[in-house]
């Protein structure tokens, strides 16, 4: 009776599970990944990422010095408790346009000393509370801007945008990137390695995924448009048919934090919308937990949420149909 009662459990799992990873992702009309705006949840965030550390989501936030409610006159970046609103204790003062990655139950964020500078640093830290820091590169005559990390394989992939020098960046912004083994010595990699010089497409998230990294980068089209392109050896791309990810949407002003004051708010109903960019995800439960901004493009930035009912690896392929 015992052997029956396994056999039948085990038959049980087997199709639950078989169904659940099959599970069909979403897509809109048009056979593109559905991604569902939430809308706004703060206003002067640009540069932000969603992790998962121990279970729980978290958002990292570069705090530009110009940021509403940075009474520091300086920049510096924190993570905020995603259920709770919490911050956590501000780190990484006076560096800028971060972005955060989590391994081995640490987590890592790489920024720039300066906007358009020579070098990025990377922090750890296992609690969000003590950190550790380092230099990871110094480049001499370049200037570099936003960054993101991301594990392939037996290596990490740094990509970092630059705007200088022109023979490296062409037309500005370009995707450089460098490897390490071990998150302190790195090497770039020669100039081939790149995306793209001929045009503005300015980077803004990395990720790896059988054989193929996938760029999240910002396009000069219709306003700016989120795009994603792919390769296998950071040389060669493939773009996707489906693009774009995001474009300005009047679903960008939904005003989805209720703690926003009425001036905030008002700043966000009257907002020029021609922008979005600097998407970051990350998977949480079988879902994607998504941020990215919205704005003019020239200084007037909103941050807001999206998801998608999917997993990392369907999104990913999702925009590439066999």
Same mark, same amino acid.
């Given at each position: /009776?015992?052997?029956? @009662? ?34 706004? %949840?703060?206003?002067? !965030?640009?540069? *932000? ?15 530009? #010095? #110009? ?5 520091? &006159? ?30 081995? $139950? ?7 000393? %300066?906007?358009? &500078?020579? $070098? ?7 609690? /969000? ?6 230099? #990871? ?5 370049? &200037?570099?801007?936003? *960054? ?10 740094? /990509?970092?945008? =630059? ?15 460098? *490897?390490? *083994? ?13 995306? #793209? ?28 448009? /989120? ?14 048919? !489906?693009?774009? =990810? ?19 708010? @008002? ?11 600097? =998407? ?8 994607? =937990? ?27 392929? &999702?925009?590439?149909? $066999?």
């Amino acid at each position: /009776m015992k052997t029956i @009662q396994t056999i039948i459990s085990l038959v049980f799992f087997t199709l639950v599970f078989s169904s659940c990873s099959n599970k069909q992702a979403p897509t809109d009309v048009d056979g593109r990944p559905l991604i569902v705006k939430s809308g706004t %949840i703060d206003v002067d !965030l640009v540069e *932000t990422t969603p992790i998962v550390l121990k279970e729980k989501v978290y958002r990292y936030e570069y705090v530009r #010095a #110009a940021y509403w409610n940075n009474e520091t &006159g300086d920049s510096y970046s924190h993570f905020v408790d995603r259920e709770t609103g919490e911050p956590t204790k501000a780190f990484a003062k006076g560096f800028h346009l971060g972005s955060a990655f989590v391994y081995n $139950e640490t987590v890592y964020v790489t920024a720039v000393d %300066i906007w358009d &500078g020579e $070098e990025i640093h990377i922090f750890a830290s296992k609690d /969000m509370e003590n950190w550790e820091t380092w230099r #990871a590169l110094k480049l001499p005559g370049y &200037g570099i801007f936003n *960054t993101s990390l991301t594990r392939a394989k037996d290596k990490f992939v740094l /990509m970092f945008e =630059i705007g200088k020098p022109e023979e490296f960046s062409g037309e500005r912004f370009t995707a450089n990137f460098a *490897t390490s *083994t071990d998150l302190k010595e790195w090497e770039v990699l020669s100039s081939d390695h790149n995306y #793209a010089k001929d045009r503005y497409t300015a980077p803004h998230c990395l990720r790896y995924l059988d054989g193929y990294y996938y760029d999240f980068y910002l396009e000069a089209h219709n306003g700016y448009e /989120m795009r994603v392109v792919r390769s296998k050896d950071l040389i060669n791309w493939e773009a996707s048919p !489906l693009n774009p =990810i995001l474009k300005a949407s009047e679903e960008d002003k939904i005003i989805t934090n209720p703690k926003l004051s009425k001036e905030l708010q @008002q700043r966000i109903n009257n907002a020029e919308n021609r922008n979005n960019s600097d =998407i970051d995800f990350c998977e949480f439960n079988g879902q994607l =937990i998504i941020n990215y901004s919205w704005g003019n493009q020239r200084g007037e930035e909103f941050l807001a949420e999206a998801s998608y009912n999917g997993t990392l690896e369907q999104f990913l392929k &999702g925009w590439f149909p $066999e």
